[in-house]
T-cell receptor, first 115, second 112 residues
Framework: EPEVTQTPSHQVTQMGQEVILRCVPI?????FYWYRQILGQKVEFLVS????????KSEIFDDQFSVERPDGSNFTLKIRSTKLEDSAMYFC?????????????FGPGTRLLVL | EDKVVQSPLSLVVHEGDTVTLNCSYEVTNFRSLLWYKQEKKAPTFLFML??SGIEKKSGRLSSILDKKELFSILNITATQTGDSAVYLC????????????WGLGTSLGVNP
């Protein structure tokens, strides 16, 4: 069964460093998302991406964050200068074509720890 | 403001018990409601509900939606220790973004 994959599974970084989180969505999906979940808190929407551009972003998704789909398969989230409060689990998700089910399929997540 | 509220926030039961988890929502242009199970990592999809009164069932899990009263319930019968997880309810926004509005989740613990 096709699945969303994410790398790395864990990332530890120093405050101020740049990190890139990678995702490979399911191949025929068209909508891509990043969410994050700080330990013990609600899953929070960060950004949605459709037709090679950001379709919506939350107030969390400030200038420190960017997303890219550099080729036909990868979908990346870059955090330019990490802060302690960026420590969280980051989930990538994708959904199928327009008009298809709204079910979002999640990757296993990348646990980011900023020291 | 769109919101999804789940109750209870946490619940501990014994194996074999039946549990009912609640999810209420206030979301504009509602079309569907999703239930996910989250163990250690990513939420895994359980059900998508779009119509009132039609029960979705998968093994010991079932769910139903009430679009008039704006809530859904998730039932788990004959609970097992493997059912211990956080159960998340989410409602997708319509349109191109389709972002999910999440509840806080119900943390279910099933003791042997």
């Amino acid at each position: 069964e096709p699945e969303v994959t994410q790398t790395p599974s864990h990332q530890v970084t120093q405050m101020g460093q740049e990190v890139i989180l990678r995702c490979v969505p399911i191949s025929n999906h068209l909508y891509f998302y990043w969410y994050r979940q700080i330990l013990g808190q609600k899953v929070e929407f960060l950004v949605s991406f459709y037709n090679n551009e950001i379709s919506e972003k939350s107030e969390i998704f400030d200038d420190q964050f960017s997303v890219e789909r550099p080729d036909g398969s990868n979908f990346t989230l870059k955090i330019r200068s990490t802060k302690l409060e960026d420590s969280a689990m980051y989930f990538c998700a994708s959904t199928p074509r327009a008009g298809g089910p709204e079910t979002q399929y999640f990757g296993p997540g990348t646990r980011l720890l900023v020291l | 403001e769109d919101k999804v509220v789940q109750s209870p926030l946490s619940l501990v039961v014994h194996e074999g018990d039946t549990v009912t988890l609640n999810c209420s929502y206030e979301v504009t242009n509602f079309r569907s409601l999703l239930w996910y199970k989250q163990e250690k990592k990513a939420p895994t999809f359980l059900f998508m509900l779009t119509s009132s009164g039609i029960e979705k069932k998968s093994g010991r899990l079932s769910s139903i939606l009430d679009k008039k009263e704006l809530f859904s319930i998730l039932n788990i019968t004959a609970t097992q220790t493997g059912d211990s997880a956080v159960y998340l309810c989410a409602v997708p926004k319509t349109g191109n973004n389709r972002k999910l509005i999440w509840g806080l989740g119900t943390s279910l613990g099933v003791n042997p």
